[in-house]
């Protein structure tokens, strides 16, 4: 019983964990498509941003999580400036927060699957004890 009370106690450590990069996660590129929209909308109006070709810019650009520093250098510049750069910069940067996000995303799903397995287990096994005993 105690092995499945640890695996348990491990899985849900791990799903508090994953839940809270997920949070985290969002959180970021919530302020990354803020501060695109924010540039953008310094650049010009619409007939202006097809001109400047940025339509491309909304590719996926990269798989790799961002760091902290990066996030924040881009979000909250110095000094503040929007070119078309800068925003394809925090497209890019938005495209592998996404990525991250599916794959914290999925390793919840994961735990999560785990956690019921373990927690079924675990009741089964007290099920059977006490009728044995």
């Given at each position: 019983m105690a092995a499945h009370d640890a695996v348990i106690a491990h899985l849900r450590h791990s799903r508090k964990e994953m839940r809270r990069e997920l949070a985290r996660v969002r959180w970021w590129r919530r302020l990354?498509?803020?501060?695109?929209?924010?540039?953008?909308?310094?650049?010009?109006?619409?007939?202006?941003?097809?001109?400047?070709?940025?339509?491309?810019?909304?590719?996926?650009?990269?798989?790799?999580?961002?760091?902290?520093?990066?996030?924040?250098?881009?979000?909250?510049p110095e000094p503040p400036s929007a070119t078309p750069s800068s925003v394809e910069t925090l497209v890019a940067l938005d495209s592998r927060l996404e990525s991250y996000e599916t794959?914290?995303?999925?390793?919840?799903?994961?735990?999560?699957?785990?956690?019921?397995?373990?927690?079924?287990?675990?009741?089964?096994?007290?099920?059977?004890?006490?009728?044995?005993a």
């Open positions: 990354v498509q803020a501060r695109k929209d924010l540039e953008i909308a310094q650049l010009a109006d619409a007939d202006e941003l097809d001109r400047l070709g940025l339509a491309d810019a909304w590719e996926a650009l990269a798989a790799d999580a961002p760091t902290s520093t990066e996030l924040a250098g881009s979000v909250w794959r914290v995303e999925e390793n919840l799903e994961a735990v999560t699957a785990q956690m019921v397995k373990a927690l079924g287990e675990q009741h089964r096994a007290k099920a059977q004890s006490g009728r044995h």
